[in-house]
Antibody, heavy 122, light 106 residues
Framework: QVQLQESGPGLVKPSGTLSLTCAVSGGSISSSNWWSWVRQPPGKGLEWIGEIYHSGSTNYNPSLKSRVTISVDKSKNQFSLKLSSVTAADTAVYYC???????????????WGQGTLVTVSS | AIRITQSPSSLSASTGDRVTITCRASQGISSYLAWYQQKPGKAPKLLIYAASTLQSGVPSRFSGSGSGTDFTLTISCLQSEDFATYYCQQYYSYPLFGGGTKVEIK
């Protein structure tokens, strides 16, 4: 059973860069799956940030695209998120998730990490 | 951009009730819709994809229907463990979630 675990700083200063890593265990990041990041501001709904395939192909939410970079490290079986120029509005629980294997099913998120709270504050 | 409207935003129900939640897309999305359940402090859990396909391990009291622009999640006989927030998600274009429906105990 695949497991995902997010890690990274819980506090980021405004205008800085949020950096998170998702470690994958019980499965290979090089499997035929897409790997996503989703966030949830406190008390609010879910927002898809973007996804990556092990080849390095990415898709991003248009509203965040200018600030987001998702990358994959096959040697460490993990993928990462960088979100630049953060503000208080980026305060949220950040989840990593595994999607399906096709271009469309890649966004069906069947396995999730537990999530990590990132607060943007000085 | 495709917009997703989920309703109601909250509802109160009793154990044993039949509950229906709807999602409407601003344009046709075929059957590219999924439903998730989220409990407080936990990650979302996939219940249904392709509008009506039950994810492995999900109880059969959950069902989904619809295609095009109108979709429904039905819980046929509400159990205590079903009190949670439910989200729909379209994946016809870049993934977009509905605003959520909180199912509370009456």
């Amino acid at each position: 059973q695949v497991q995902l675990q997010e890690s990274g700083p819980g506090l980021v200063k405004p205008s800085g860069t949020l950096s998170l890593t998702c470690a994958v265990s019980g499965g290979s990041i090089s499997s035929s799956n897409w790997w996503s990041w989703v966030r949830q501001p406190p008390g609010k709904g879910l927002e898809w940030i973007g996804e990556i395939y092990h080849s390095g192909s990415t898709n991003y939410n248009p509203s965040l695209k200018s600030r987001v970079t998702i990358s994959v490290d096959k040697s460490k079986n993990q993928f990462s998120l960088k979100l630049s120029s953060v503000t208080a509005a980026d305060t949220a629980v950040y989840y990593c998730a595994r999607g399906g294997s096709s271009a469309v099913a890649g966004s069906i998120l069947g396995h999730w990490g537990q999530g990590t709270l990132v607060t943007v504050s000085s | 951009a495709i917009r997703i409207t989920q309703s109601p935003s909250s509802l109160s129900a009793s154990t044993g009730d039949r509950v229906t939640i709807t999602c409407r897309a601003s344009q046709g999305i075929s059957s590219y819709l999924a439903w998730y359940q989220q409990k407080p402090g936990k990650a979302p859990k996939l219940l249904i994809y392709a509008a009506s396909t039950l994810q492995s391990g999900v109880p059969s009291r959950f069902s989904g229907s619809g295609s095009g622009t109108d979709f429904t999640l039905t819980i046929s006989c509400l159990q205590s463990e079903d009190f949670a927030t439910y989200y729909c998600q379209q994946y016809y274009s870049y993934p977009l979630f509905g605003g959520g429906t909180k199912v509370e105990i009456k």
